[in-house]
Structure formats: C-alpha cells, structure tokens
C-alpha cells in the first residue's frame, strides 16, 4: 500500500520520532490506528488489565504520610471553586 503524506503530516511523524514518542514511522502508524480503533468505542480487554496491574504494582510502593489530613481536602488543595 502507498500512502501520500503532506509536508505538515511528515513533519509530525518526524518530530514523534525524534522527541521519542515513537521509534519508527511503523510504530507511528500502529499508535495511530490503536488511537483511532479506541475513538472508535472498541475497548481491549487485555490492555486494560495489563495497564490495572501495572497501576496496582505501582500502588504498592505508595505511602501517604497525611499527618491527619483526610483524602478528600487532599484532593481539594489547590482547587479553585
């Protein structure tokens, strides 16, 4: 398959790839097609549990040392209402 991209399209595949976003023209496509499936409602099972588990593995090595302040104003230093 050949694919035509305007300068302004090549541009951001390039800076993508030399930020690190992405390694490769290739992986650029695949993280655009998964965003696109993703906009399109379709859900993966299999990345949502590998993304819970990492979360949860992280969780693990959180400790909160609140010294009597509950999560809720924690969660409401620096609102703004």
């Known amino acids: ?12 595949i390039q800076q993508a790839i030399q930020t ?3 390694r490769s023209v290739d992986e ?3 993280s655009a097609l998964g965003a696109l499936s993703h ?3 379709e859900f ?13 593995e992280l969780r693990k090595g959180v400790r909160l040392q609140l010294k009597g ?6 969660a409401h ?3 703004k209402y």
């Open 1 to 12: 398959m050949s694919i035509n991209l305007t300068p302004e399209q090549q541009a951001i």
């Open 44 to 56: 993966d099972k299999a990345k949502s549990r590998l993304a819970g588990a990492r979360i949860r």
């Open 77 to 79: 230093i620096g609102h």
């Open 20 to 22: 690190g976003l992405v």
């Open 39 to 41: 906009r399109n409602g």
């Open 69 to 74: 302040i509950s999560i809720r104003e924690l």
């Open 28 to 30: 650029f496509i695949e």
